[in-house]
């Protein structure tokens, strides 16, 4: 899961496994989040995004479970590659424009070979 | 990278001396942002536009200005560096303010000294 810590939280997986990134969010009136992935020395770039009136969205190799109840959101990545090393992180969004926006710290992804 | 970049990509400078970053996009987005990331932080918004001439700021904007005079330049200026502002300075474009995905730049690392 996500910390505000000053060392991210590592998750190692073995290539060809699944891979799963969990993300604790605020704001109960957040309707909008988005997962993000950033390489080093790159800025982030967008994976995939869902909306409060969705519980599961599927991407390529990739989907977003979010649990409203419990203000929890997931990102499960399918078949992990090396490519797939990265920090990736939540946004989410009460619908107050980006100014209200609160991006996570990020979980950093490590595969192994 | 969306069209979308970002320099210098790395400056050194001394406390007290004015700095400008530049933002330099070809989406002709409406929306761009300016953010700083560091060590335990999310991404912190600085300042952000809506439209030539159009600016305001975010929740780290103490120190920062920002003009935008065309659609597709964003400038980013500490006017007397400190070392608090040693930081990885990202750019952002998105078509819509509200829920919509950020596009990021590869960032320019500032260190302060």
């Known amino acids: 899961g996500e910390s505000v810590g000053l060392h991210l939280p590592t998750l190692s997986v073995q290539e060809g496994d699944n891979s799963i990134i969990n993300c604790a969010y605020s704001n109960s009136a957040s309707d909008y989040f988005i997962w993000y992935k950033q390489e080093s020395g790159k800025g982030p770039q967008f994976i995939i995004d869902?909306?409060?009136?969705?519980d599961k969205r599927q991407g390529q190799r990739v989907t977003v479970l979010l649990n409203k109840t419990v203000k929890h959101l997931s990102l499960q990545i399918a078949a992990t590659q090396p490519g797939d090393s990265a920090v990736y992180f939540c946004?989410?969004?009460?619908?107050?424009?980006?100014?209200?926006?609160?991006f996570g710290t990020g979980t950093k992804l490590q595969v192994i070979p | 990278d969306a069209g979308i970049t970002q320099s210098p990509r790395h400056k050194v400078t001394e406390t007290g001396t004015p700095v400008t970053l530049r933002c330099h996009q070809t989406?002709?987005?409406?929306?761009m942002y300016w953010y700083r990331q560091d060590p335990g932080h999310g991404l912190r918004l600085i300042h952000y536009s809506y439209g030539v001439k159009d600016t305001d700021k975010g929740e780290v904007s103490d120190g920062y200005s920002v003009s935008r005079s065309k659609t597709e330049d964003f400038l980013l200026t500490l006017e007397s560096a400190t070392s608090s502002q040693t930081s990885v300075y990202f750019c952002?474009?998105?078509?819509?303010?509200?829920?919509?995905?950020?596009?990021f730049g590869n960032g320019t690392r500032l260190t302060v000294t």
């Open positions: 952002a474009i998105s078509e819509q303010d509200l829920s919509s995905p950020l596009h």
């Open positions: 989406e002709n987005h409406r929306y």
């Open positions: 869902i909306r409060s009136n969705m």
């Open positions: 946004a989410e969004d009460s619908s107050g424009g980006y100014q209200k926006v609160t």
